[in-house]
Nanobody, 126 residues
């Protein structure tokens, strides 16, 4: 079965850090761009970050620039999202998605993805 699976979410205090992982199953990630998205209660799903297949290009939403870092380890078939200086407004379910022909641009769009994970919840609260 071809899928991506997120992990690493949880409860963290404001100012804390988490590292999310996106692992592929049934296919190799190195030919796919990867996007991280999040959806807070009552809000639309929004793009957080994306990375090209080679890892040469990354983009971030303005709300997370300087705090989040996306990186990929193709040998492990995994993409990571390192989240530092977390804020309560970062609370959401985080999803990763893989797109064979996805264009990772400054506007991190949802369309163009082939596989979506089921999400991992992140709660930032004291």
């Amino acid at each position: 079965q071809l899928q991506v699976v997120e992990s690493g979410g949880g409860l963290v205090q404001p100012g804390g850090s988490l590292r999310l992982s996106c692992a592929a199953s049934g296919f190799t990630l190195d030919s796919y761009a990867i996007g991280w998205f999040r959806q807070a209660p009552g809000k639309e799903r929004e793009g957080v970050s994306c990375i090209t297949g080679s890892g040469g290009t990354t983009n971030y939403a303005d709300s997370v620039k300087g705090r989040f870092t996306i990186a990929r380890d193709n040998a492990k078939n995994t993409v990571y999202l390192q989240m530092n200086s977390l804020k309560p407004e970062d609370t959401a379910v985080y999803y990763c998605a893989a797109g064979r022909y996805y264009v990772c641009s400054t506007y991190i769009r949802r369309s163009g993805m082939n596989y979506w994970g089921k999400g991992t919840p992140v709660t930032v609260s004291s």
